[in-house]
């Protein structure tokens, strides 16, 4: 019976694998990889030798009837993301989608997502929390700002290291200078770290230390 799994990855730590993801890697027909190059070194580690192909947000578009095409002929398929859960602002809904459209079974396994130990280190309430992924760049940024504003829950973000600094200075702004913040960067890897305090304490902080690494934004509700 055809069927796509979602497919799980570490986000730095490769022991971080679960026994399962390694296992449905080895037994499926094909692996859908957004950078065939990055997991291609996943596989190696794992002497996992299935086929792969390239499935990005660049031309997801265009291979999901493809995709669904292979499936209903039976063929078995893991989509997997460079780090972390599919289509957790990563490509892979347009394809779970399809696929359920199509009565195409999905199967999501559990496993590493960046947001969750982020959210867990920030020392901020975690029984509600809203997760907003990346703020749009330049339109609908400020309308978006605006209405967070008024979140009571927590709120997590995604954010690339060239853009932390200005988008601390826009939390600033927008939610004020007191607001709790906390930032973790590259998380289960060797210089692992969570920096907390107000906006404007973690706004120094980076603008001083210039950050590298993937990040993770939890901002504290609106009391």
Avoid: W
């Avoid at 993801?21 to 070194?41: F, M, N, P, Q």
């Avoid at 490509?91 to 396994?109: D, K, M, T, W, Y």
């Avoid at 600033?172 to 973790?184: I, K, P």
């Avoid at 107000?198 to 990040?215: C, M, Q, R, S």
């Amino acid at each position: 019976m055809s069927k796509l799994y979602i497919v799980p990855t570490p986000i730095g730590n490769l022991k971080d694998i679960t026994f399962r993801a390694i296992e449905v890697l080895k037994e499926v027909d094909l692996i859908l990889a957004e950078d065939t190059r990055t997991s291609g070194k996943l596989l190696k580690h794992f002497e996992i030798t299935t086929h792969m192909q390239s499935h990005h947000m660049h031309n997801e578009h265009k291979t999901v009837e493809q995709i669904i095409q292979k499936l209903k002929a039976g063929t078995t398929v893991a989509l997997i993301s460079d780090a972390g859960t599919p289509a957790i602002s990563d490509p892979g809904f347009l394809l779970s989608r399809a696929c359920i459209e199509h009565n195409i079974q999905v199967e999501c396994l559990p496993g590493a997502t960046a947001f969750v130990p982020a959210l867990v280190n920030s020392g901020l309430p975690n029984d509600k929390f809203v997760f907003e992924g990346f703020l749009p760049v330049k339109k609908g940024r400020q309308t978006r700002l605006l209405l967070l504003a008024e979140e009571s829950r927590t709120m997590v973000f995604y954010e690339s290291p060239h853009k932390l600094v200005k988008t601390l200075g826009h939390f600033c702004a927008y939610f004020g200078e007191e607001r709790a913040v906390s930032v973790s960067r590259e998380l289960t890897k060797l210089y692992e770290e969570t920096v907390r305090g107000t906006a404007k304490d973690v706004l120094e902080h980076y603008t001083n230390k210039p950050p590298k690494g993937e990040i993770v934004i939890v901002v504290g509700g609106k009391k």
